[in-house]
């Protein structure tokens, strides 16, 4: 999709200790859909290495509980490994013999519609720390 000069009214600046410009991305489908687009933080290097140690603290935490067959946001894991796990299920199903079917949903703009203190609750009834919450909270 072609780049367009950006308003500057979708931008806004964090705070400074965590400064970044918010800017919408496109994902898919019209570029006239404000839905079609998802926030996309253009962080500082400090910013960056910030988030790469909270996102390192994080999978340590949530690895444990997260279920074997979530391939998402997970390293070592996609979409990738998750057709090869379900192509292999599928090949021994049918080698039994079984009936296999299958759903697929488009689930990409479903994270979008979550309330975000819906999101802080689950993240502290699976263990993260008030600090964690309230630094997510800001």
């Known amino acids: 999709h072609p780049h367009t ?3 500057p009214s979708l931008c806004y600046l964090c705070a400074v200790e965590r400064c970044a410009v918010v800017v919408p991305h496109h994902k898919k489908d019209s570029v006239l859909d404000e839905a079609n687009y998802k926030p996309v933080t253009v962080l500082p290097v400090f910013g960056k290495v910030y988030e790469r140690i909270a996102l390192m ?5 949530f690895e444990p509980i997260f279920h074997k067959y979530m391939f998402a946001y997970r390293k070592f894991l996609s979409c990738s490994t998750a057709l090869l796990t379900l192509t292999e299920q599928w090949k021994e199903e049918l080698d039994r013999p079984k009936i296999i079917g299958a759903v697929a949903m488009d ?3 479903a994270f979008d519609c979550l309330p975000r203190d819906l999101i802080l609750e689950k993240l502290e009834f699976y263990g993260l720390s008030a600090k964690s919450i309230s630094l997510l909270r800001s």
């Open 5 to 7: 000069p950006l308003d």
């Open 107 to 109: 689930l990409s703009k």
């Open 57 to 61: 603290q994080k999978s340590d935490h």
